[in-house]
């Protein structure tokens, strides 16, 4: 199958940036997203860029889709203690619109 | 405005038991709808979605099976639990051909 693939934690202070990286295999996603969980919870999308496009900002959030590389990231700017979650990458391919592939999540740890 | 129930929150069953997990969707006629779990510390793996009522697909051979009696409405169930079936179950809903899938709050269940 095809597979989604991220770094499993990340550190860093508040205050400063963070980048969450991911990579993925499927070259004819369509969709790709950024989804947050906070302990014990589901998932909360927070954002997501259509394949056609390089680069998304949402007020902290930068999505940037390098789709020749296949590779994602997310941004978060002025880190806060309340950014800590894992964060999941997603993406939806045409081979199967009604699956939603996920990579396994960056435990995102910030910092006083 | 659209929302999703998971119940329930956490479950404790023994090895051998019946299984039936409900979701749930308000305010949306028709959505696909679907079950993932998201085993710890690993993304979310796709176990079964659905199009429309009685409509099934399975992703993976496993223990579980799910059914969609009406247009919102969803279940998880089984008529065995294995200790393998623990893990974090989320139920999620999509409008066809629009872009994010909306979680509810998961339910954990352990298998004992």
């Given at each position: 199958g095809e597979d989604v693939e991220q770094s499993l934690f990340l550190s860093v202070r508040e205050g400063d940036s963070s980048v969450i990286n991911c990579t993925y295999t499927d070259s004819s996603s369509t969709y790709l997203y950024?989804?947050?969980?906070?302990?014990?919870?589901?998932?909360?999308?927070?954002?997501?860029?259509?394949?056609?496009?390089?680069?998304?900002?949402?007020q902290r959030l930068t999505v940037l889709l390098n789709k020749k590389d296949k590779h994602l990231s997310l941004r978060i700017a002025d880190t806060q203690t309340g950014d800590s979650a894992i964060y999941f990458c997603a993406e939806r391919g045409t081979y199967n619109n009604n699956d939603m592939r996920f990579g396994a999540g960056t435990r995102l740890t910030v910092k006083p | 405005s659209q929302t999703i129930h998971q119940w329930p929150a956490t479950l404790v069953q023994p090895v051998g038991s019946p299984l039936s997990l409900e979701c749930t969707v308000e305010g949306t006629s028709n959505p696909n709808l679907y079950w993932y779990r998201q085993a710890a510390g690993r993304g979310l793996?796709?176990?079964?979605?659905?199009?429309?009522?009685?409509?099934?697909?399975?992703?993976?051979?496993?223990?579980?099976?799910?059914?969609?009696?009406?247009?919102?409405?969803?279940?998880?169930?089984?008529?065995?639990?294995?200790?393998?079936?623990?893990?974090?179950?989320?139920?999620?809903?999509?409008?066809?051909?629009?872009?994010?899938?909306?979680?509810?709050q998961g339910t954990r269940l352990t298998v004992v």
């Open positions: 950024w989804y947050k969980q906070e302990p014990g919870a589901g998932l909360q999308l927070l954002t997501y860029i259509f394949s056609n496009m390089d680069m998304k900002q949402d | 793996q796709l176990l079964f979605y659905s199009v429309g009522i009685g409509q099934i697909s399975s992703e993976v051979p496993q223990n579980l099976s799910a059914s969609r009696p009406q247009d919102r409405q969803f279940i998880l169930s089984s008529k065995k639990l294995l200790l393998s079936d623990s893990g974090f179950y989320l139920c999620a809903w999509s409008v066809a051909a629009t872009t994010e899938a909306f979680f509810g």
